[in-house]
T-cell receptor
Framework: NAGVTQTPKFQVLKTGQSMTLQCAQD?????MSWYRQDPGMGLRLIHY???????DQGEVPNGYNVSRSTTEDFPLRLLSAAPSQTSVYFC???????????FGPGTRLTVL | QKEVEQDPGPLSVPEGAIVSLNCTYS??????FMWYRQYSRKGPELLMY????GNKEDGRFTAQVDKSSKYISLFIRDSQPSDSATYLC????????????FGQGTRLTINP
């Protein structure tokens, strides 16, 4: 089991560029989510999905888009990158009976 | 005011000391309480999980939840340099660790 994988590990964008952060899990988990982590802010929920074809917004969804066509994958799209989106992004997954979400290693994104 | 408040520290203690980490929260619907440990440049990993009020012990770690006071704690006994990390409290009102709300995280250093 690879668990939760994220690509890329690092990314630098210019303001206005778009990109997709990839997330995949091989644990057949129904629930997947994206968080961003900023200094002094903990982790904040961006978007989440309770199953293929179902997504919903979290606490800080503006500027991000998601879709979930398969159980395994949950990509996060930045539509037009802004410096305020400089952060570390974590993908996580869990099942209905989980005590925890399993987190990926993170993607460090810098927007210039 | 954030839903979950956690002193960000940093906290520095000598090896062997007892460490106390705390969070307060405002949402009385939270029933699932977690402590995550995050090493530098890694994803968070579950340390302790507690449902509703009470205590839970796992080796050198004890988690306490007081729902009447909306206050949770993590105690680390006989602290080791390997315990140096950021500790994040997290809470949810839904089973399966869905839609976690995190505290800011406390950076802890154990000095040999």
């Amino acid at each position: 089991n690879a668990g939760v994988t994220q690509t890329p590990k690092f990314q630098v964008l210019k303001t206005g560029q778009s990109m997709t952060l990839q997330c995949a899990q091989d644990m057949n988990h129904e629930y997947m989510s994206w968080y961003r982590q900023d200094p002094g802010m903990g982790l904040r929920l961006i978007h989440y999905s309770v199953g293929a074809g179902i997504t919903d917004q979290g606490e800080v969804p503006n500027g991000y888009n998601v879709s979930r066509s398969t159980t395994e994958d949950f990509p996060l799209r930045l539509l037009s990158a802004a410096p305020s989106q400089t952060s570390v992004y974590f993908c996580a997954s869990s099942s209905w009976a989980s005590d925890t979400q399993y987190f990926g290693p993170g993607t460090r994104l810098t927007v210039l | 005011q954030k839903e979950v408040e956690q002193d960000p520290g940093p906290l520095s203690v000598p090896e062997g000391a007892i460490v106390s980490l705390n969070c307060t929260y405002s949402n009385s619907a939270f029933q699932y309480f977690m402590w995550y440990r995050q090493y530098s440049r890694k994803g968070p990993e579950l340390l302790m999980y507690t449902y509703s009020s009470g205590n839970k012990e796992d080796g050198r770690f004890t988690a306490q939840v007081d729902k009447s006071s909306k206050y949770i704690s993590l105690f680390i006994r006989d602290s080791q340099p390997s315990d140096s990390a950021t500790y994040l409290c997290a809470m949810s009102d839904t089973q399966g660790a869905q839609k976690l709300v995190f505290g800011q995280g406390t950076r802890l250093t154990i000095n040999p």
